[in-house]
Structure formats: structure tokens, C-alpha cells
């Protein structure tokens, strides 16, 4: 089987957390990337599924010219190639934006599954890989716990995760699914993976290869960022765990001291 | 008259494009990958390997699946080149976690190298690679009960019977040699040859009959490494499992250890900055007289020396690797050198450790008693300080004429 699996080069919150630049867009070169979590267990769930049904994985990301750095950890696990996306005017692209280079990208590549982490842990908005399905009319199988294809029948079925337990989907491939983390601990690269992936190829991609225009921070639906603010921090809070009648005297207590009950 | 060698170190010319005072990128990777996994996977297990003194099967095998004991093999044995500083980059990382940890790819190392230094083509196909992938263990077996810094005191037999040998005696403070599958031991072949040519080396396996482990030691530290008592009673080995000549043995041993006191660094330098690491991040957190504990000077001045030792002791041991990975002829006063350092600092930064901690740090609610009990083994095993000491000085006077 050949699959993609959309990878997104994310800051690394362990060593410092997400940093604003003058103009209060992310700083991507100020901390280490690393591959955005969810991501890591899409690329998990292609290795098994190789595993299994034999084939190659192909790593699709849009990100700025040091991802390669980042994009080899990701190879290190076990996928085969890399396709990098980069361009100056790609700065501080919007969802849209990246969904429509993205899909081009990816229309250029052979495959059965096309695999993405939920929502990436600096943007937060999980809608990419939905607008990448509806872009390349691929059946959209989300919030996977489990992806079983059927390589002869050419068709994948997949548990998708709901409020009252799972869903069963089944569809012909090439199909999109978002993957959970239900799926499986993503490996640690081995020594031997992290030397191999030294030497395979990550294939760069400017925009106007892609196609693509009309994307960018100009053509953003909101391409301005007025201002950022850390959360205020909260106050010391009380946990009241005592039964009911000690509780109620309890919080009582605390009303009349604020003179909100007399 | 006295003859004075020369004393500057005499290092072949450096190859054109080395960059000797930064780690490569590679080596960059190596050291971070392992460290991820030592921090993630080995770390939460460590106060548990130490107080149940058990030989964590799991992180061998974990240490196994991500080709970490495959770094001191060359690649044509499955294994990752063997370069030395690789190696001691990976062991300095898991023993700042868990020494026994750490230990386990030392161990490997240790062992092996007489059969990589002096093997046969045959002998080194037969064995490296199940040791390169992990799936077979091996320990060193030189000491003995009267024979410990006085290594060529040894008694332990192998005597000649057609095409085999008969190996009698025992063997003492042999670490993993209960949970080893090959054991690599040092026995007399010729008791009148002159000292230095009365051992022969022989890989032993560990279902040949006549084997037996004798007992494991209770030790103050690197307590989920197995030390053991080995027994061997008429142990009949096959002259194909001898390793080089009759006679070469204590040659091998010393050329072993050239190669190997440079791992017992590395995981000297990594209890030390494990150590510091929870001390720095103590003297962070903890207020006393109304500020951080760092901010008194005198705490500070401890762990700034901490740093600095730990710090020197590093840069030596890389610097002992490269040369001794080049062929350096005087390996041995770099291998002693490095060991020396390290394990007296080793020493001295978890004592201080522990002093920055005060009462914390003498309950295992924090690990750097556990520390200072694990640096010990550095000042004492694969050469005592002492010996490392006269290895030293007789590169440094030469010989009396």
C-alpha cells in the first residue's frame, strides 16, 4: 500500500513553548521544531499498516526551509520519503492556504491512504485535512481508533470514535482518514532509523510548483494579529470536599466573609 | 642514567576535515535520541531497579530494539561502527538516568572487545552478531579473589586435553556474569611462563557443563546489575573458543581495557550530570531565609564546581575517545586519564549533591543518595584509581633502566 500522512512541524512545547515575534505571529525559527504530536500517531498507524500490507510512506508537510531538520525525526520512525512545501509568500497562511497547497501537493502522489493527526498543537483548528479531502474528493473517515483496508477489494474500514462508542465506516480507496491517538504509542526512532534517514529524500517544493496561488498571508480571511495576551492568571481556588452539611457551612463561611450573603 | 622519553602526547596528524571540539551532527543525534529514552523510559525505573536490585530485563531489551548495544560492533556484524566516543555518548546518557542501566551497554562492550581485538574472522562472525542485535549477553571475567588490581595473580586453570581445554577455578565480582550467555575469562595455561604470559583467553557459554553461578554480591550501588561468583568445574571449552594465542590473554586484557575504561568514564560523567541536575533544580525550587537556596553563595559555589568538574571530565573523555578511536600509541595513559577524572568526579559531585539537598537528599524521596552509592563503583571497577594512577606515571617516567 502507498501511503501519505500530512505532517505539520510544530514548537516544541517541552523546551520552552510557542514565542510571538514583533508582529505577534509565531516565531517559528526562535524555538526547535518538532513533528506536531497528533502527527507522530498518523505516522505510527502508517508504519503498522505497512507493516502489514507491505508499501512505502510518503511525508507531505507546508512549513518553513528548516523543516527538513524536523521532517528527518519523522523519517527516523520509518516512513521513506519526504515532500516539503516552501515558499516566502506561505507565511502566515491561513487554514484555507493550506489546505489548497497541501492538496496540491499531494495530487501529484500515488496512493491508498492519505493520513492525518487530528489538529496540530500551535494552530488548534483540525479542519486542514477536511478541506484537503473535500479539495481532492477523497472519502473524509475521521477520529480513527482503528483503520483496517482491504487492499484487494480496494476499500478501508474505520472505526470512527463517537460520543456513545465507535462508528463503522467503510469507503473505497484513496481516502483521507484523521487519525486518533487511539491508534497507538508512536515508536521512538530506533539508532539504525535515525542514521537511515540521513540519506532519504526529502523532495522540496516551491509554491509556484504547486500551482497553487491566491495563498499567503495577503490573501488571508484574517491576516492581521492585534495583539496576545498570556491567560490572567486565576486566583487561589478552595476545594470544598467535606459532606453536605460541613460543606454548606462551609461555603457560607466564604459568602459572608465577601459580604455576598449577610 | 635515567632515560626520559618524551612527554608530549604523541597523537597521529589529524585527519583533514575533523572538527575534534564539537560533537558532529550525527553524534548530536545519537546523543539526543538515546537521551529521550533515557528520560522517558529508563529514568522511572531507576528507584525501582536500585530497591529491588533486580536486572532490568525490560531496558535491556529496550536498550536492544533501538540498536543501542548495537553501537560498540561494526557494521558488518549488524552493528553501528563501534566508534568509541558513540558509544560512551550513549552510556554517559542512560547512566544519567540509571547507572545499571548504563552498565548494560559498557558491560557489552567490555566483554566483547577481546573477541573483537583478537578474535578470528570465524570467531567474530559467530558471535558479534546476536551481541550486536541484543540477543545475547556477554560479561568479563579477569577477577578473582586473590587476584583484583594484581589481575596476572590469577588462578584459574585451563588445562590442554586434545581439542579442548579444561577450565577449572572461579571467578569473583563478575558484573552481569549471572545473566550473561558468554563469558569471557581469563585462565592460566602456563603457570611457569613469566607473569604476563601465563593467561590465556577463552569464550565460555554459559550451558557448558561445569558452569555455575555461585552467588550474586549485595553492593552499595549499581544494584540491578548482577554481580556474581562464577564457578567453573572442569569446564571442557573447545580450542575453537579460544581467543588468540596461549599466553596472550593478559595482553588482551590490557588492550580490552584501552578501549573500555573510557565507558566506566562515561558513566562516571553521567551520574555526575544527573546529579547536578537535581541539585541545580533543587537550589531552583527551594526558599530558605526568604529566597532560593541557589542565591546563597555558598550553595552556589558548590554547584558552580560541580558544573566546571563535571564539565572537564566530560571534555576528556571525548577528547580520550577521538585520540584512542585514532590509534593514539599511548591509549592507555588517555583510557587511565579520562577514568581517573571522571570517577573522582563522579564522587565528589554526588557527595556535593547530596549536601545541596541536606536532609532531602539523604532519603530516596530524592535520588541522589542513590547517586553517590552508584558513583562508588567508578573509582574502583575495570581498575581501581590507584592503578589507573600507576598506568600514568609509567607513561610518564617510562621504565627504570
Known amino acids: ?262 | 642514567m635515567l632515560r626520559s622519553p618524551t612527554v608530549t602526547s604523541q597523537t597521529p596528524a589529524a585527519a583533514p576535515n575533523a572538527t575534534p571540539y564539537r560533537l558532529t551532527e550525527d553524534q548530536l543525534m545519537l546523543r539526543d535520541a538515546v537521551r529521550v529514552l533515557a528520560d522517558e523510559k529508563v529514568a522511572p525505573r531507576a528507584a525501582e531497579v536500585d530497591r529491588t536490585a533486580e536486572f532490568p530485563w525490560d531496558l535491556k531489551e529496550l536498550l536492544a530494539t533501538h540498536d543501542i548495544l548495537a553501537l560498540p560492533f561494526a557494521e558488518e556484524y549488524g552493528g553501528l561502527g563501534g566508534e568509541l566516543l558513540n558509544v560512551c555518548l550513549a552510556v554517559e546518557q542512560l547512566s544519567r538516568a540509571c547507572a545499571t542501566t548504563g552498565l548494560i551497554l559498557a558491560v557489552q562492550e567490555l566483554g566483547s572487545l577481546p573477541i573483537v581485538l583478537s578474535g578470528t574472522d570465524e570467531q567474530r562472525q559467530r558471535w558479534l552478531p546476536d551481541l550486536a542485535a541484543g540477543r545475547t549477553l556477554i560479561a568479563f571475567a579477569l577477577t578473582e579473589s586473590e587476584a583484583g588490581s594484581d589481575a596476572a595473580n590469577a588462578r584459574t586453570r585451563a588445562i590442554r586435553d586434545g581439542d579442548d581445554y579444561r577450565i577449572s577455578g572461579s571467578k569473583r565480582f563478575i558484573s552481569q556474569g549471572s545473566v550473561a550467555d558468554l563469558i569471557t575469562v581469563f585462565a592460566v595455561t602456563d603457570a611457569e611462563a613469566p607473569r604476563h604470559r601465563r593467561l590465556t583467553c577463552f569464550i565460555v557459554e554459559k550451558d557448558m557443563s561445569g558452569f555455575k553461578v555461585e552467588r550474586i554480591e549485595h553492593k552499595m550501588g549499581i544494584r540491578g546489575s548482577p554481580t556474581a561468583e562464577l564457578a567453573f568445574e572442569d569446564v571442557r571449552v573447545p580450542a575453537a573458543n579460544r581467543i588468540g594465542e596461549e599466553g596472550e590473554g593478559f595482553a588482551i586484557a590490557m588492550r580490552t581495557f584501552d578501549r573500555s575504561r573510557p565507558g566506566i568514564a562515561a558513566q562516571a560523567v553521567g551520574i555526575a550530570q544527573g546529579a547536578l541536575e537535581v541539585a541545580a533544580k533543587y537550589a531552583r525550587e527551594r526558599r530558605q531565609f526568604g529566597q532560593r537556596i541557589g542565591d546563597l553563595q555558598m550553595v552556589a559555589q558548590m554547584l558552580a564546581d560541580m558544573d566546571a568538574q563535571t564539565e572537564a571530565a566530560r571534555q576528556l573523555l571525548y577528547k580520550a575517545c577521538v585520540e584512542i578511536e585514532a590509534g593514539a600509541p599511548d591509549a592507555a595513559r588517555w583510557a587511565a586519564m579520562c577514568k581517573l577524572v571522571a570517577g573522582d568526579t563522579a564522587m565528589r559531585v554526588t557527595t556535593d549533591a547530596v549536601q545541596v539537598l541536606g536532609g532531602y537528599g539523604y532519603i530516596d524521596e530524592f535520588p541522589v543518595e542513590r547517586m553517590m552509592r552508584d558513583a562508588k563503583i567508578t573509582q574502583l571497577y575495570e581498575g581501581t584509581q590507584q592503578i589507573q594512577r600507576l598506568v600514568i606515571a609509567r607513561s610518564l617516567l617510562g621504565k627504570d633502566s
Open chain 1, 1 to 262: 500500500m502507498q501511503i501519505v500522512v500530512l505532517v505539520k512541524p510544530v514548537p516544541d512545547t517541552a523546551t520552552g513553548g510557542e514565542r510571538l515575534g514583533p508582529d505577534n505571529r509565531l516565531d517559528r525559527a526562535a524555538v526547535p521544531a518538532v513533528v506536531n504530536a497528533n502527527d507522530e500517531y498518523a505516522i505510527e498507524a502508517a508504519l503498522k499498516l505497512v507493516e502489514a500490507h507491505g508499501g512505502e510512506i510518503s511525508l507531505v508537510a507546508m512549513a518553513p526551509p528548516n523543516a527538513p531538520e524536523t521532517l528527518r525525526k519523522a523519517l527516523a520512525m520509518g516512513a521513506h520519503r519526504g515532500v516539503h512545501v516552501t515558499d516566502q509568500v506561505l507565511t502566515g497562511a491561513d487554514a484555507l492556504s493550506t489546505a489548497r497547497v497541501l492538496a496540491a501537493a499531494v495530487r501529484d502522489l500515488e496512493f491508498d491512504l492519505l493520513l492525518a493527526g487530528a489538529d496540530t498543537s500551535d494552530g488548534g483548528m483540525g479542519v486542514v485535512p477536511a478541506g484537503v479531502a473535500a479539495l481532492l474528493r477523497l472519502p473524509y473517515l475521521s477520529y480513527a481508533a482503528r483503520i483496517e483496508p482491504d487492499p484487494d477489494a480496494g476499500t478501508v474500514r474505520v472505526r470512527r470514535i463517537s460520543a456513545t462508542g465507535f462508528d463503522v465506516l467503510e469507503a473505497p480507496m484513496p481516502a483521507l482518514v484523521v487519525c486518533t491517538q487511539a491508534l497507538g504509542e508512536p515508536r521512538y526512532p530506533s539508532l539504525k532509523g535515525i542514521m537511515a534517514a540521513r540519506s532519504k529524500e526529502i523532495a522540496t517544493k516551491s509554491l509556484a510548483e504547486t500551482g497553487v496561488d491566491g495563498v499567503g498571508v495577503e490573501a488571508a480571511a484574517t491576516n492581521r494579529v492585534l495583539g496576545s495576551e498570556p491567560p490572567p492568571t486565576r486566583p487561589p481556588t478552595q476545594v470544598v470536599r467535606e459532606t453536605a452539611p460541613d460543606a454548606a457551612k462551609r461555603i457560607i463561611t466564604f459568602l459572608e466573609e465577601r459580604r455576598i450573603v449577610q
